[in-house]
């Protein structure tokens, strides 16, 4: 009985741990680091089994971090929406204290692990986790612009591989920064389309015009358009070291049209389906781009 009772005290500790640190989301942008990392190396600065464990290990604190610190804040809110009310602390399974103590505990291990690869990267990691928790939480229910400033932490993983490997913030990781920054618009207009409803429970404010309307769908064909341009500067010679060939050009700017497909079919259809099809694409478009950018500096 007492086995059979640890068994799934453990297994719900686990389940917990995995819903208030959003592994899903964490493993998805450790893929964007690691993909920043195989980019960033070189023989100046070769590659190390150490620092990529490193960064695995100290990028997922960092991200487990904020979402923890981010559902002790809007617990109340995600007791309203029906997609949230499940999660550990406004279920009432996790107290806002554990949660605090677990997310503090996630920072204090991240940025250290971070530090030890290099200050920036740690550096970067604070920016992430402060932007994410003291600015863009609080400003959900104020204002759309919330988006915008979420955006900034959302755009550093991608770049924070390449910061890892090198030790330096140049011109190839801003480009990095650049593509994940103008990716985050289609993507999170997407979800809270498809979302709206959910979200106007708890009061939060996603879409750019406040509505489902064709001012919104339009504003994310405009920033998928964006998004395009940003994703093909590597193949102008104009980005330092962070160059793709021709056929990864080719590749990189198919996959936008792919999307721009879908984010065109938004704005005609203008209904939940679309939507959730177009960030269903988005997440297999960013892991495609970074593959297509990794095969090509290893196969040119």
């Given amino acids: 009985m007492n086995t059979a009772t640890n068994t799934f005290s453990l297994k719900t500790v686990f389940t917990d741990f995995k819903e208030i640190t959003k592994a899903g989301l964490a493993i998805s942008v450790l893929f964007s680091s690691i993909a ?11 590659f190390q089994w150490s620092v990529l464990i490193m960064l695995c290990i100290g990028g997922y604190c960092m991200v487990g971090a904020s979402n923890a610190y981010n559902q002790v804040i809007e617990k109340d809110l995600d007791k309203l929406m029906d997609r949230t009310k499940n999660r550990p602390v406004p279920s009432g399974r996790m107290s806002s204290r554990n949660a605090l103590i677990l997310a503090s505990l996630l920072t204090l291990i991240g940025l250290s692990l971070l530090y030890m690869i290099n200050p920036k990267s740690a550096m970067f990691g604070a920016i992430s986790i402060f932007l994410y928790t003291s600015v863009y939480t609080p400003l959900k229910t104020v204002t759309s612009l919330s988006v ?26 801003g480009t990095l920064f650049l593509i994940q920054f103008f990716w985050q618009f289609p993507h999170f207009w997407a979800i809270g389309w498809f979302l709206y409803e959910d979200y106007e429970k708890a009061g939060i404010f996603m879409l750019p015009t406040g509505k489902k309307d064709r001012g919104t769908a339009m504003q994310v064909i405009l920033y998928t358009v964006w998004l395009i341009i940003a994703s093909l500067l590597p193949s102008l010679g104009y980005t330092g070291q962070l160059y793709i060939g021709t056929i990864a050009s080719v590749l990189v700017f198919l996959l936008g049209l792919w999307m721009l497909y879908y984010a065109v079919n938004l704005y005609k259809l203008r209904t939940a389906k679309a939507a959730r099809t177009l960030m269903l694409v988005s997440v297999s478009y960013i892991s495609l781009l970074q593959l297509v950018y990794i095969l090509d500096k290893f196969l040119r």
């Fill in 148 to 173: 915008f400033v979420g955006a900034f932490p959302g755009a550093i993983p991608f770049m924070l591989g390449w910061v890892a490997a090198t030790g330096d913030f140049g011109i190839e990781a």
């Fill in 36 to 46: 920043g990392y195989l980019l960033g190396f070189s023989e100046e600065h070769p």
